[in-house]
């Protein structure tokens, strides 16, 4: 049974450019959650997505960012006109359900570097 | 916001030795979690805890939480030097509204000596 797969695992970006990350959840889970990772600093939550809701975005910046987890197809968080601080690691997590025990499975993360 | 307190920052101890963490918040949890992160990985689940007083072992870690439902610590045993990494511990709030996100540490990263 596959993990939590995210793609790319690296990506480097100009200022001003778009950022797309990808995200699949382990099968069978359909709730996914995004959070992103400062160089030496725990992880910090961004939003919380079952298929075609938003149910939580609270940590998400209120511009540039966006999320999605369609019907069909795997989670995508974008980054429009990213900027240097957006430079951090991003990852994902899935669970079957709403998880009231916290057991998220995490991804391996997206690398965002912004030159 | 809710914040968790991790402490040390940083261990550097001989292969063998005992290591203990710990986290403590302001904030009552109703679950906590220890991970652990690779290099260039993603987190991984350690322990997780679901009642005041708890205690629970996988193999040499050992983790307790805390009675007033607001720390929690983590025990390695006799380290050997796949332990290093850095580990996080991570809370999930109690109270309505929970829509089971975390809030996590800002980490110990263990290194281990041969």
């Known amino acids: 049974n596959a993990g939590v797969m995210q793609n790319p695992r690296h990506l480097v970006r100009r200022r001003g450019q778009e950022a797309r990350l990808r995200c699949s959840p382990m099968?069978?889970?359909?709730?996914v959650y995004w959070y992103r990772q400062l160089p030496e600093e725990g992880l910090k939550f961004m939003v919380y997505?079952?298929?075609?809701?938003?149910?939580?975005e609270s940590g998400m910046p209120k511009e540039r960012f966006s999320a999605e987890f369609p019907k069909e197809g795997p989670s995508i968080l974008r980054i429009q006109q990213v900027v240097r601080g957006d430079s951090a690691a991003y990852f994902c997590?899935?669970?079957?359900?709403?998880?009231?025990?916290?057991?998220?499975?995490f991804g391996e993360g997206s690398r965002l570097t912004v030159l | 916001g809710q914040q968790l307190n991790q402490s040390p920052q940083s261990m550097f101890i001989q292969e063998g030795e005992d290591v203990s963490m710990n986290c403590t918040s302001s904030s009552i949890f109703n679950t906590w979690l220890w991970y652990k992160q690779d290099p260039g990985e993603g987190p991984v689940l350690l322990i997780a805890l679901y009642k005041a007083g708890e205690l629970t072992s996988n193999g040499r870690l050992t983790a307790q939480f805390g009675i007033t439902r607001k720390d929690s610590f983590l025990n390695i045993s006799a380290s050997i030097p796949s332990d290093v990494g850095i580990y996080f511990c991570?809370?999930?709030?109690?109270?309505?509204?929970?829509?089971?996100?975390?809030?996590f540490g800002q980490g110990t990263t263990l290194q281990v000596k041969p």
């Open positions: 099968k069978g889970h359909s709730h």
């Open positions: 997505l079952q298929k075609e809701n938003i149910i939580d």
């Open positions: 991570a809370g999930q709030l109690s109270g309505s509204g929970n829509t089971g996100k975390l809030i």
């Open positions: 997590a899935s669970s079957p359900g709403l998880v009231r025990t916290g057991e998220l499975f």
